[in-house]
């Protein structure tokens, strides 16, 4: 259990074009979600918290109206990079929380590759 | 400043011996420490969780420990294989009320047969 996919698994845009990435709980409902973003031979950077049902909350240094999160149900949450341009070229990872347990474990997606030509 | 220090050079070791994977942290006071592995191209894979108030955990092949006087985790893999060959993640936890983590930047593994 605890089965986390993203879609797509990668993806290539043009620069100022906009890319939607999924990620689904598949067997578990999660009232929180995040979502990171990873460079070559870096760590994990948290970008934001997204909470069903309400506004996600960012890090600070990133912007709300570039990276648009929406987590509609608990089991989806969204992430929209708008206008994307070469710098946003990265491997952004979700992870979910399972509602109603006591564990802190976070479940990672397999993560979507994006580059922004 | 805050930072999570992990060894950034990767560790060669020979099959069977035992990893050992360290982890430092400053000016951070985490409820909980996790280990993760993460394949190339691929999302970290939860393998281990220690609180604040345990000592050493143990699953199978892994152990891991945490001193939260030196600020340091200990992660061991015992009698290890190729197949353990990957990069492994500390992350610190329960900072504050949210569930959110902090990552180091991971160190690669090696297990030559």
């Known amino acids: 259990g605890a089965v986390v996919s993203q879609h797509p698994s990668w993806v290539i845009c043009k620069s100022g074009t906009s890319v939607k990435i999924e990620c689904r709980s598949l067997d578990f409902q999660a009232t929180t979600m995040f979502w990171y973003r990873q460079f070559p031979k870096q760590s994990l950077m948290l970008m934001a918290t997204?909470?069903?049902?309400?506004?996600?909350?960012?890090e600070q240094g990133v912007e709300k109206d570039k990276f648009l999160i929406n987590h509609a149900s608990l089991t989806l949450s969204t992430l929209t990079v708008t206008s994307a341009h070469p710098e946003d070229s990265s491997f952004y990872i979700c992870?979910?929380?399972?509602?109603?347990?006591?564990?802190?474990?976070?479940?990672f997606g397999p993560g979507t590759r994006l580059t922004v030509l | 400043s805050q930072k999570i220090e992990q060894n950034s050079e990767a560790l060669n070791i020979q099959e069977g011996k035992t990893a050992t994977l360290t982890c430092n942290y400053t000016n951070y006071s985490p409820a909980y420490l996790q280990w993760y592995r993460q394949d190339p191209g691929r999302g970290p894979v939860f393998l281990l969780l220690?609180?604040?108030?345990?000592k050493e955990k143990r699953k199978e092949r892994l152990k891991v420990t945490f001193d939260t006087t030196l600020k340091q985790s200990l992660f061991h893999i015992t009698a290890s294989q190729p197949a353990d060959s990957a990069t492994y993640l500390c992350a610190l936890g329960g900072m504050d009320s949210s569930y959110k983590l902090i990552f180091g930047s991971g160190t690669r593994l090696l297990v030559r047969p």
């Open positions: 992870s979910a929380l399972r509602a109603g347990t006591s564990t802190d474990t976070q479940y």
């Open positions: 997204s909470n069903e049902g309400s506004k996600a909350t960012y």
């Open positions: 220690i609180r604040e108030n345990e």
